[in-house]
């Protein structure tokens, strides 16, 4: 019998780079392609974001500007290599990229995003929109009024049926009916997960670079059966501004799998590394972080962090052409390739906590001039909530919250909601209210999970990635009773970074699949949370009194 061994290290370690372009940073993770081992790592903090530069969180407008990236890309990559060993900067075969999403720019005929073009530099609207941007509420529900009413295929059908504000089209919409000089000096639209790739291999022409199958299925409403993106028809029905758009967009999409091409020799010679090494087709940050906490059949990834977004995979056979309705998207390949990959999430997660640490705070930051006391409350508050909370009895505050505080990402999208707390006394305390807030994350949670379940996909095991899983054994705790469902824990704390590295493996054809990849490079598990019988059933309740409260509200909350 011969034995075939597929991958075999030969000479020197072979490393790969995942870069994770965040909200508020760039991570870079430098890997050993063979043992799976982290062997560096560094953050590069947006200089222009935060200083607060081009956003107004009053009106939900949050923008990035290009030349963010740019900079916090080199700082990140080259912090990473300083760190690692001395012969890893010859021995890179790789780059992977995942970013926020959608997080569109506008682009001229060259692939100049435009505000790195004079007269655009300050202009918020020729900047990258982030994710979190709600100014195009509007549009996204004049996107689904015409779905439904314009006489042909409803496009949001494989979206889950319901088109959000934060996604491409809807922002796309925004910035042509209200900024008249964008509109006029915009060819194209690029997501920052083409754009990131596109720049590193220098291909930035709209219609030279390798789009994301990841980004256009969730988020563009993409999908073979329909030839690609919606017919210039439908979007000439929602807005004759988009006509003529389609043609200058793209057709063609790629999983990330695929090397969107060479590093170029300026930025080979930036990052010091070797040039033509492959550079991933880019994808969204969680759905890379659900490959490198390890996402197969039967798994849901949470990355819990100031929003969350889930992941589940599925074979063909088991999905096919069927609608899961009320979730972000089903895209075959945009996690695993020859997997549907099903996407979900909430849009305020730990953002919710942080909500309710601001509040408490107020005192401290406006009636206290001592600022080394505040610094000491602002550090303290969270875990001192959640040491009281977690003595509480489960669904014992007498409390139910919604956690739409930022809107309601799943199921089914709706960016006009509100939060609430339901049940207040004068005898009840902040921790009371924390515990509230903690269980309504678990409880929209578990909405989701459901969902998914009364659509045939099978989940037994929960993975939880990011800060707050790592962080907060209290409110994993109560996910995994009120999911009743074991919620497991990723070791990695660069897990979406590590996803992004085990692509550029694979990419570099170094291993012959992602899968493969895995393997050896997915994060091992470093805590499991079991439910606790007595606890399932008093959240089984709760639950209940949250669904019909969300009921009962919905339509006055869309109104505040």
Known sequence: MIRIIE??????????????????????????????????????????????????PSKNQFRHHPQDYIESLREAVVGALEAAPGKAPGNIIGIGIDTTGSTPAPVDEQGSV???????????????????????????????????????????????????????????????????????????????????????????????????????????????????????????????????????????????????????????????????????????????????????????????????????????????DREVSGICGQVDGSIVPGLIGLEAGQSSFGDAYAWFRDILMWPAENLIQDKKITEELDANIIPGLALKAEKMSPGGTALIALDWLNGRRTPYADQKLKGAIAGLSLGTTAPAIFRAIVEATAFGSRAIIERFKEEGVEIKEVIAIGGIAQKSPFVMQVLADVLHIPVKVAASSQAVALGAAVFAAAASGYYSSVEKAQEKMASSIQTTYIPVRENTSA??????????????????????
């Open 114 to 320: 435009l505000s790195l073009k004079e007269g655009f530099a300050r202009d918020p609207d020729a900047m990258f929109i982030l994710w979190k941007d709600h100014t195009a509420v509007e549009e996204a529900e004049h996107i689904n009024r015409v779905a439904r009413s314009w006489g042909g295929t409803d496009y949001t059908k494989f979206s889950g049926g319901v088109y959000s504000s934060e996604w491409f089209f809807s922002k796309i919409l925004h910035t042509l009916r209200y900024n008249k000089k964008v509109r006029q000096a915009a060819c194209s639209w690029i997501e920052l997960a083409d754009w990131i790739p596109a720049l590193l291999t220098g291909n930035v022409k709209p219609d030279a670079v390798k789009r994301s199958r990841c980004a256009a299925g969730h988020k563009a409403m993409w999908h073979p059966s329909w030839g690609g993106l919606p017919s210039e028809e439908f979007l000439a029905a929602v807005d004759p501004l988009l006509s003529g758009l389609r043609d200058r967009l793209y057709s063609e999409t790629y999983t990330s799998d695929i090397s969107a091409g060479g590093l170029s020799r300026d930025w080979a010679h930036k990052l010091g590394i070797p040039p033509g090494i492959a550079v991933t087709v880019g994808a969204f940050d969680a759905h890379m972080g659900a490959v490198g906490a390890g996402i197969g059949e039967g798994s849901f990834v949470k990355i819990i962090g100031t929003s969350c977004c889930d992941m589940a995979v599925s074979p063909p056979g088991i999905i096919g």
């Open 7 to 56: 991958e075999v290290q030969v000479g020197p370690p072979k490393y790969v780079i995942g870069l994770d372009f965040g909200t508020d940073s760039v991570r870079s993770v430098i890997v050993d392609a063979g043992s799976g081992q982290e062997v560096s790592t560094a953050v590069s903090y947006y200089p222009r974001w935060n200083k607060g530069l081009y956003s107004d």
């Open 539 to 560: 959240y089984d309740k709760s639950y209940r009194l949250y669904s019909e409260l969300g009921d009962s509200l919905e339509g006055i909350l869309r109104k505040l």
